[in-house]
């Protein structure tokens, strides 16, 4: 029957005739240390899938073990969403983003999945939060991605209909049945028996439908966008919202710049959704696959896109104002902006495009509802969900509009799950996410996407003064509730905006000294021995810290899952969540934390530290403070 190919890159999709154990079987042994290399979080499962085991490998080839590992992948899922949906035919979405070795794994899961009479909806390459808006019309989704990690990594993310990853109990029983099968008897070989059976399924169907679905999932959305940026499902208060970012873009002729990497992003709907809104769009690196440099969108990636944004400028390309990178899910992407003060590009950390973010849909949602005075704000029970290592600039924001903070141990499930728990309970949840890699979610939206996060941004440059209906734009309502109003120019620039908030000095995830490697496979046991050594040399050091850093008291707080408790007497509680140490002052006002957590999707410890402040002295303090909490970790790992 040949192979089909897809009509948007010409890539090929399959082949009806394809088999990963032609040649190979796998090994039982093999078979067994694969796995037990594999990462199995409530946010996704992830490995390297490459044949080579390089991680920087970009082969197609996944080799016979992997190969099975994603029969048992598709043959656990098969069984969960049956019996989750009640369903015994589910549609299911399948996508993939822009790795070489997702073809040959989601030629494999097809099979197992139509196998099993589920109804496969294909889209080949796509991004993270456009298989998760098309998900909303089937029983669930299947995503092919190990999302910023190095291109010979792989991995799958699970979800329902409510266009989110599925929550980490539920995880937890899909895990169960995925380890289950992994363990009987002969699993390698009784992997190549199950996918043999495959073989008789009609593939090729699935493999004709990919460019209808595409299209459809496209079209799904675009409109689904448009609904998450303008806060609202009436289409008439819509219309008004897009009609005025259009005239606003087209006034002010503003340019939006991609560097996208070569990720999934390249075949979505950025270039038509900003044109359509009177954006100019420039992008590079914008074939699907060209991965020309590291993918994680963190400032020493962002680079490629400031240089790109000053050459336009120097060429006389001054509407260039944004500028995005995303990661190869095209579920996340940072900023880059144009300094009008300083007359270059500059890269935002990670911590303010998610502090800009969250001033901007709290700043909107309370526009929306008319509420400008404290008594309108706090009838709007306002909520943020983020992750524990966000900076405490997100209380300080949330503090001017009545509204307060919830924090989830790290990863997208979490404080998504947690979100969800807070609506329950009566809280309106416009914005959540993690401040630590800046991803945003909007409400609706149950995933990162950097189209709104660039959007929240130009919310805040766009939504000004509304005269006739009494009402101040975003950012005049922002200086108001922090008693600067007098400071408000109505020719306000981004840099004006992002010097407005909070003065923090914080760790970036993906530096190196954010980053450990310990030998202690028990998290709660080492943290019980970091408890020690904390209580050790505290007692040494306290005096000197309160000295030089006022610092006068700390508490201990765990995450796990949605779950935060404080004043934790037995760090050991903290389990594999997050643990985090806050110090006050004399006043007990927090003043800084030092943080740390086992990564759920790579094979590292990871430390963060966030101290009120940017100036010299507390950067210095945020260096010696990390230092210090490094120098305990490898303490307590020794212990």
């Not at 009479?117 to 098309?134: N, T």
């Not at 939206?445 to 009494?470: H, S």
């Not at 734009?473 to 020719?491: K, M, S, V």
């Not at 505290?538 to 000197?544: I, L, V």
């Amino acid at each position: 029957m040949g192979i089909f190919y897809d009509k948007h890159t010409n890539f090929p999709i399959g082949s009806a005739d394809f088999s990963p154990f032609k040649t190979n079987r796998p090994s039982q042994d093999a078979m067994k240390k694969e796995l037990d290399s594999m990462i199995l979080s409530a946010s996704g499962w992830r490995k390297i899938f490459t044949a080579s085991g390089d991680e920087e490998d970009a082969q197609s080839s996944i080799g016979p073990e992997n190969a099975a590992l994603s029969v048992y992948i598709a043959q656990s899922f098969s069984q969960y969403i049956q019996q989750a949906a009640g369903k015994q035919h589910p549609v299911i979405v399948v996508g993939l983003d822009a790795r070489p070795t997702g073809q040959e794994i989601a030629e494999i899961i097809i099979r197992i999945l139509l196998k099993n009479g589920i109804q496969v909806r294909y889209l080949f390459i796509s991004a993270a939060p456009e298989i998760m808006a098309y998900a909303r019309e089937c029983d669930g989704f299947v995503y092919i991605s190990a999302s910023h990690n190095p291109v010979g990594h792989n991995g799958i993310k699970f979800g329902f209909n409510d266009g989110g990853v599925i929550p980490g109990s539920e995880a937890a029983k899909l895990t169960a049945l995925f380890k289950n099968l992994c363990a009987i008897e002969n699993s390698s070989q009784k992997a190549v028996e199950l996918y043999n059976d495959s073989m008789q399924t009609d593939i090729a169907s699935v493999y004709n439908k990919v460019s209808f679905y595409k299209e459809e999932a496209l079209a799904f959305y675009r409109n689904f966008t448009q609904t998450v940026i303008s806060s609202t499902p009436d289409h008439a208060q819509r219309a008004d919202f897009l009609e005025s970012i259009q005239k606003s873009a087209r006034q002010k002729k503003l340019t939006i710049l991609a560097d996208m990497n070569g990720s999934a992003r390249t075949v979505s709907i950025d270039k038509d959704f900003f044109t359509s809104l009177g954006f100019s769009f420039i992008s590079f690196n914008d074939t699907p696959r060209d991965i020309v440099h590291a993918i994680i969108p963190e400032p020493e990636n962002l680079v490629h896109c400031a240089r790109k944004m000053e050459e336009l400028h120097s060429q006389g390309d001054t509407s260039v104002v944004l500028g995005y990178m995303p990661d190869c899910d095209g579920d996340r992407g940072n900023i880059v902006y144009w300094n009008e003060t300083a007359k270059k590009a500059e890269v935002l950390m990670a911590q303010e495009v998610f502090a800009l973010s969250v001033l901007s849909e709290l700043s909107f949602t309370a526009y929306n509802n008319n509420a400008q005075t404290p008594e309108e704000l706090m009838k709007l029970k306002t909520a943020v969900s983020v992750n524990d290592p966000t900076s405490m600039r997100i209380e300080e924001i949330a503090e001017a509009f009545y509204a307060s903070v919830y924090r989830a141990e790290v990863g997208e499930a979490n404080v998504v799950n947690l979100a969800r728990s807070l609506r329950d309970k009566g809280f309106t949840v416009p914005i959540l996410g993690e401040g630590s890699n800046g991803g945003n979610i909007t409400h609706p939206a149950a995933v990162r996407d950097p189209l709104n996060t660039l959007f929240a941004l130009i919310k805040l440059l766009t939504i000004k003064d509304d005269v006739e209906k009494g009402k101040k734009g975003l950012f005049h309502l922002w200086l108001t509730l922090t008693n600067r109003a007098h400071t408000y120019n109505e020719n306000f620039t981004l840099a004006d905006i992002i010097n407005s908030l909070p003065s923090y000095t914080t760790t970036g995830v993906s530096e190196q000294r954010a980053l450990l490697h310990i030998t202690s496979k028990d998290h709660a046991l080492l943290k019980k021995s970091y408890q020690n050594v904390l209580h050790d040399q505290w007692n040494e050091k306290k005096d000197e810290l309160n000295t030089e850093y006022g610092i006068a008291s700390w508490r201990a707080v765990s995450n796990n899952g949605i779950i935060q408790t404080d004043n934790i007497s037995d760090f050991s509680e903290s389990k594999s969540g997050g643990l985090k140490i806050i110090f006050s002052d004399s006043q007990g006002k927090d003043i800084a934390f030092i943080w740390m957590r086992g990564s759920g999707t790579e094979p590292v410890f990871r430390v963060m530290c966030d101290v009120k402040g940017n100036s010299s002295a507390c950067k210095a303090m945020e260096s010696k403070l990390l230092e210090w909490h490094r120098s305990m970790v490898h303490s307590a790992d020794v212990a």
